[in-house]
């Protein structure tokens, strides 16, 4: 769970993570615009994604589709 960091622009420092266990629950982060750093991982977990009141919010097809930031 990743939330109310209002200083977080990007999720870079977790580019190496290759998966995870449990929903992804990223929201209220009023800064942050690129979620590349988690590609790897958001397409290889089976769990559903909880993504929203960021100043970007990708969905499963967004990161599919490589629109991973604004």
Same mark, same amino acid.
């Given at each position: ?14 580019? &190496? ?11 209220? +982060?009023? #800064? =942050?615009? !690129? *979620? ?7 397409? &290889? ?11 970007? +919010?990708? #969905? =499963?097809? !967004? *990161? ?7």
């Amino acid at each position: 769970m990743i939330t109310f960091c209002r200083n977080l622009t990007n999720l870079n420092d977790l580019s &190496n993570l290759q998966s995870f266990g449990g929903v992804l629950t990223i929201w209220a +982060n009023e #800064t =942050l615009t !690129d *979620f590349c750093g988690l590609t790897t991982a958001v397409l &290889n977990m089976n769990k559903p994604l909880d993504i929203t009141n960021n100043l970007y +919010n990708p #969905t =499963l097809q !967004d *990161f599919i589709n490589g629109d991973c930031s604004l």
